[in-house]
C-alpha cells in the first residue's frame, strides 16, 4: 500500500534510492483517521479539574489590584491564580533560546499571567480551577480587576512617533546592541551593510522604491491550545500539552515557574498545527500553579475568540525597500527600512526579515535597518518563515516594477540576478549549493508560465521567496526487535508526517522498509533533547539522527554477525540488507540477524543524536498565479497556481507538496483576506473564523507542484527543509497578478476587493469617475 | 439543576446519557460519552472540526444542543470504518497524504462521507462546495479534494 502523487520532481541530483523518494503510508496513518489519535484536549485524567482563563478586556490598562475571593467562595471552584503566584526571575535580564527565537524570562512570565499592566486585550489576568468548565467560567465573571484604563497603540509607525503611549516603563532602544538609554517603544535597532549602497545607486540607470504595510495575521491553526497539569506532593510536574516542542515547553514551564527543568516532564500530545504558534507556553504555567494549590491535575483548553486576541499572531509591519539596476539589468544596490510590530513585548522576527529581505538576489552594496517595535497587540510569536513574507511582498514588487522599467520578463530580470553559491548576502551569509537559479528556470519553462491567459481583466503573477531554514539539537533512539523491525523513538514532535519521513531515512540507511521501523514521539523523560519542530528542521535535523542511529545499529549488528560466525568484525560489511564476509562467504540477513540478538549480548540500541551549525540548506520557493479580478465587486479569483521549490532531496514527495500547498494557501490567505480588525480602543473584532476568514476550499483551486532536487551538500541524503519558503511569494505574486489584470498597485495587506475597488476608482480618469 | 435524559443511537449502537439543558452535543460527545475523535476547534459553527451526522444530516455537533439529540442516530468518526476495515474514504485520504496534523481529518471524513451518499459523483466543485464549511489550514485542501474525487471514482 503506498500513496500516490500528482505533482512533478526535477531531480539536481544523481542519486539512487531505495525508500527516499518513494511515497508510503504514514505510519500514525491510521490513528488519524479513525479518531483515534489523541491530541491536547483529548486528555483526561482521574480527579481533574478544569480551567479558565480571565482576560484583560482592554488594550493596554495598569492593575491597580485584582479581587478573588467572590470567585472563590462560588460552590465547585476550587483555586484561583495570579500574575502574584508566579515566581520572580532571578533576573529581569534572563533569557531563553525557544529554537525559533530567545526570549526573556520575565517576559514570558508576564505574558502568561499579567502582573503591574495588562498590555492586549485577550492579555491574562487570572485563572480558576473548578469541578467542570461552566463553573470555572461562571468564576471569571465574579473576580474584580480594578483597572486604570490606558491609551492604546496599535500601529507600528505609531508606536514609533515621539509622544506615543510607553508600554512598558524603563524599556530603552539598543541600537547596534549598544542600549542608547532613551526610553521608547523601540526595542532594538539593528543595521546589515555589504558594500557601499551610495556608490551602488550612483551606478544605477533605474531606481524603483516602495513602502508596504502588512497587516497582523494569525498562524490559525484549527486546534486551539491547551493544557494539562498534574503537580506531584514529590514536588514533580507532569504536563500533556500539544506543543510543536516538549523540550521547548519544558525549558520555558520550569523557567516561568522557577523549576529544575528536571522537576518538569512533558508529555507531547498530537498537535493540531502550529506554524511556529505552537512554539509558547500560555496555559501550561497556570494549569500547574492550579494543580499544586488543589492537588489534583488540572486541564485548560482555550477558546477560539482567546486563540485569536491572546496568542500568536505575526507581527504587522511597515517596511520599505529601494533597489537600483544599471542599464544592463543588473543589480547595483539594495536599501531596506523594516519595522515589525512585536506585540505587548519585544522579540519579532525582524532580525529573520532582515536576513531574507536581499537574500534571493545578487546585491553588489546593501544597507538593512531593522526595527522591533512593541505595539499593545498580542506578543507575535514565529509563522512560518517569520519574517520572510512581509519583506517579500516589497522586494519582489520592486523586482517587477524595475523588469518593467527595463522591457525585461520578470523571471528573465530575477534569472539575471539571481542568488548563487558563493554569494555573500548583506548579514554576512556566504551561499552553499542552492537552488534560488534552478527554481526560476523550472518555473519560467513550466507549461504553466508558458500558457495564455484567457479572457478580461485576468493577470499572472510570478514571485521568489526564501527561508533559510536552521539546524539544532535532535536525537533518535532505536531498538531492533528479534523480528528485525525497529522501535525508533524521536523527539521531534510530528506537526505533518515527520515520524514517517525520519523512519525512511532510518530504513535508507540499513537498506529496510519503511513499513519495518515503527516510529514514535517521545517525552522529555524518555529521549534526548531535542529542540522544536520549526524552521523547516525536522526532516533535516532528526532526519540526521536517525541516519547517525542507524550507522550506529549498523555497526553493532556487524559485531553480532562476528559473534555468530566467530570472525573479526573488520572482515564483516553489510549492504542492502544483508551482512557478508568480505571473502563473500558467508551471508545473512539483518532479519534473520535480528533473530539472533537475544543469543548474542542482548539488545541492540542505537543512537543519534546531532547539533548541526554548518550545512543547514535554505530553500527558495516560486509561486505563479493566475487570477481575474472582478471589476465590480474587486473579488479575485485564483485560476491557476503553481509552486515551485527546492526540496533537496523530497523524502516523502507527499508531504513535500502537502508543505509547499498548505505554504502558498497560507500566503495567499494573507494577500487577500486575513487581517486583524482594530477598534480604537485597541479591540479585535474580528476574533471568529467567520470573520477572520482563512481560505476554504471553495476558494482554491488545485496547487500544482514542481519539487526541484538540487543537493544540499549539509546533509547525509541532500535534505533541505521544505515547510516554509512557499508561504514567502504568494502576497508579491498576487499583487503582480491584480496589477496585470486591472492596473492597479496595492501596497497594504491584505489585498481586500474594497481596496482593489478604491484603486481602480482612483486610477480612472476623473470625468469617468464621476459617471 | 435537574438532567435531562436523553437516549439516541451512536454509530449504531444505543446510547443513553443525561445532561445539563445549557450542554452542546459536541460537549457531551467528548466529554461525557468519550467520543473524542469528533474535535473542536471553534464551538462556534465555523470550522466543521465537530461535523457529525443527526439523523443522516452533516451538522455541526456544537450548534447542536445534546438535548435535542434524543432519539436521533448520531454518526460520528469512530463510525466511519467498519469491522471489515478502513472506509474507502480513509484509504484514499491516507494514500492521497490529506492530512498533515490531522485534527480537521475527522470533520472532513465524516463531510465527505455525506456528501458520496449525498451524490455519489461529484465534479470538483461540488466537492468544494459541500467542503467549504470545513476548514484545514495545513494542506491548501488539494490533496482533500483529490482523495474525495478518486473515492467517488471507484464507486464508494
Redesign the interface.
Known sequence: MAASGNGQIRDFGDRNFKVLGTRPIRHDGVDKVTGSAVYGADVRLPGMLFGQVLRSPHAHARIRAIHTSKAMALPGVRAVVTGADLPAPASDDEVIDLGEGPARIKYLRDNVLATDKALYRGHAVAAVAATSPQVAEEALALIEVDYEVLTPVVDVLAAMAEGAPQLHAGLTTKVFGEDTGKESNIASQVRHELGDVQAGFAQAAFTAETEVHTATVHQGYIEPHNGTAQWSLDGSLTVWTSTQGAFTAQKQIAAVLGLPVGRVRVVPTEIGGGFGGKIPSYLEPPAALLSKRTGQPVKIVMTRADTFEGTGPTPGSCVRVKIGVDASGKLTAGEAWIAFESGAYPGSPVGAAAMCVFSCYDFPNAVVDSFDVVVNKPRSFAYRAPGSTHVAFAVEKVMDELAEKLGKDPVHFRLDNTAKEGMRRSDGVVYPRIGAKECLEVARDSEHYKSALTGPNQGRGVALGYWFNIGYKSAVTASVNTDGTVQLVEGSTDIGGTRTSIAMQFAETLGLAAEDINPSVGDTSSIGYTDVTGGSRVTYATGWAAYEAAQDVKAQMIKRAALVWEVDAAQVEYDDGSFRTKDGGKSIGFKELAGKIDATGGPVVGQGSVDPEAGVGGSFSVNIADIEVDPETGKVSILRFTAVQDAGKAIHPSYVEGQMQGGSVQGIGWALNEEYSYTDEGRMANSTFLDYRIPTCLDLPMIETIIVEVPNPGHPYGVRGVGEASIAPPPAALSAAIKNAVGVNLTELPMRPDRIVAAMTAARPASVAAG | MSKIHVTCQINGEPQEFLC?A?QSLLEVL?EELG??????????G??G?CSITLDGVLVDSCLVLAAEAEGTQIG???G??GAEG?HPL?QK?????S????????GF?VASKALLEAKPNPT?HE???W????????????????AVL?TAGQGS
Open positions: 445539563e445549557r467528548r467520543f473524542t475523535g469528533t474535535k473542536e476547534g471553534c464551538n462556534d465555523n470550522c472540526a460520528t468518526v469512530e466511519v470504518a478502513l480513509q485520504f491516507l494514500e492521497h497524504a492530512l498533515q496534523c490531522g485534527i480537521c481529518t475527522p471524513l470538483e466537492v468544494r462546495h467542503l467549504a464549511g470545513n476548514l484545514c489550514r495545513c494542506t491548501g485542501y488539494d490533496k482533500i479534494v483529490r478518486d
